[in-house]
């Protein structure tokens, strides 16, 4: 059983707000990521980290920030939310290696911004 | 680069039916290969797994064996229910990179 969690679930926010998504585990993984999930299901791969204090923009460009200053913490930011950001938004983590190890997803949010 | 290409959807069975979603992949390396199933409303979560060529990964009553000769990672089930609407990703992941995930397909199941 995943022991990852995200919050909120949903969000509906008007366009220029600031917001944070929040993602945390209870497993102790080094690894974590972010994902921008299309309406059409295919995921991008926007952010991820190896460990504290280390990240890394993914193949898909993204406006958002994140910070990994303890291991179980993984919250990426919005500055300034457009509709362009409405979209499913999901979370994961893996132990040390990646290659082969199972990767846990949290629920997701929805971020709906207008 | 890495790649995984699977079958586009939607795919439509009714409940009993034999079910295949197509996965092939190009990788430098020798990856290990997933299915994960995402149900409405949730995040994604492994169905199974498979490490090394001709090893199979079973769940749930699917399967998918790992065939290095034809670099392929079919998923299979003898006969589904409509508890099993959802979408399937397959992903690779090799060495220290994050797993590399196909498009998705979504399966829907009638009664």
């Known amino acids: 059983e995943a022991d990852i969690y995200q919050t909120p679930r949903y969000l509906v926010i008007g366009t220029g707000k600031k917001i944070t998504l929040e993602c945390s585990q209870t497993m102790g993984h080094d690894k974590m990521y972010w994902y921008q999930q299309d309406p059409g299901m295919e995921l991008h791969l926007i952010h991820y980290s190896y460990g504290v204090n280390s990240t890394e923009k993914g193949d898909l460009s993204s406006e958002s920030t994140v910070s990994r200053i303890r291991t179980e913490h993984f919250p990426l930011t919005l500055e300034s939310a457009r509709p362009s950001h409405t979209s499913q938004y999901l979370c994961?983590?893996?132990?040390?290696?990646?290659?082969?190890?199972?990767?846990?997803f949290g629920p997701g949010t929805r971020l709906t911004v207008l | 680069g890495d790649s995984v290409t699977q079958m586009e959807g939607p795919v439509t069975l009714s409940e009993e039916a034999f079910l295949t979603i197509n996965c092939t992949y190009t990788a430098t390396g020798y990856p290990s290969l997933f299915w994960y199933v995402q149900y409405p409303g949730e995040g994604l979560q492994l169905l199974l797994k498979a490490t090394k060529a001709d090893d199979k990964g079973s769940n749930k009553g699917f399967e998918a064996t790992y065939r290095k000769e034809t670099t392929s990672f079919h998923l299979e089930k003898g006969s589904v229910q409509v508890s099993d609407s959802a979408v399937y990703f397959c992903?690779?992941?090799?060495?220290?990179?994050?797993?590399?995930f196909g498009k998705g397909t979504r399966l829907s199941v009638i009664a």
């Open positions: 994961a983590s893996n132990p040390t290696d990646g290659g082969t190890d199972t990767q846990y």
């Open positions: 992903a690779l992941g090799s060495g220290n990179t994050p797993l590399v």
